[in-house]
């Protein structure tokens, strides 16, 4: 006799094959079995703690490196600045640098225009004296800006600021002391413009 099999029912292997096949479709393994498995919401925003303190650091870095380049656009633009006024400087002080000895001289100038003018009619003892007053006033404005006269008479040779013009035998001067003066010298702040020309003494023969 036959066995009668209850409509609906499935042999148990059957039934078996069909749940692994179900869940065999639904099923999606990783391409890296190693990795976890990462909701697809979050799939493409998610970034590792790792990556995430590189990339402030990279941030960080590149922040500073243009802080330093516009410090060093800023230091070089005040560096061309610094030269370009000291050039101008330069420049002014060579063009401009007897600027107001040259006012000085006008007044000396003008001292010796009105005694020209006044030479037709003064007398000889006006001119000598209107020329004193000139020259005074000349070496006035020499003196402001650092000329000073050597005159050395009675002084010992100096042969830094003197030159001798000759030697001469002396009774009352010290051998080797300047006699006379020929020419005054002159210096400018210490230094010599023009050595006085002098008659150096000696020992009488």
């Known amino acids: 006799m036959s066995e009668d099999k209850k409509p609906g029912t499935q042999p148990a292997d059957k039934a078996s094959e069909a749940t692994e096949a179900e ?9 890296d079995p190693e990795s976890e498995l990462v909701p ?12 995430a303190g590189v990339n402030a650091e990279l941030q960080a870095a590149l922040a500073k490196a243009d802080e330093n380049w516009e410090k060093y ?11 370009r ?6 420049e002014n002080a060579h063009r401009y640098g007897v600027e107001k000895f ?3 001289m006008l007044a000396v100038l003008d001292s010796l225009e009105l005694g020209i003018q006044a030479g037709e009619s003064a007398t000889v003892e006006a001119l000598i004296e209107g020329n004193q007053a000139g020259l005074k006033q000349f070496l006035a404005a020499l003196t402001k800006f650092g000329v000073e ?3 050395p008479e009675g002084e010992p040779f100096n042969p830094e600021m ?6 001469q035998p002396s009774d009352t001067a010290e051998p080797n002391s300047v006699l006379q003066v020929v020419q005054t010298g002159y210096s400018l702040n ?14 009488p023969e």
């Open 190 to 203: 210490g230094r010599v413009l023009r050595p006085a020309r002098v008659i150096v003494a000696k020992a």
């Open 73 to 83: 656009l800023r230091a070089e633009a005040e560096g061309n600045n610094i030269r």
């Open 149 to 151: 006269a050597i005159d």
């Open 40 to 51: 697809e919401e979050y799939a493409e925003t998610m970034v590792l703690p790792e990556d």
């Open 102 to 104: 040259a006012k000085e």
């Open 162 to 167: 003197h030159e001798a013009m000759v030697m």
């Open 85 to 90: 006024r000291a050039e101008r400087d330069v």
């Open 23 to 31: 869940m065999a479709e639904t099923m999606v393994l990783p391409d």
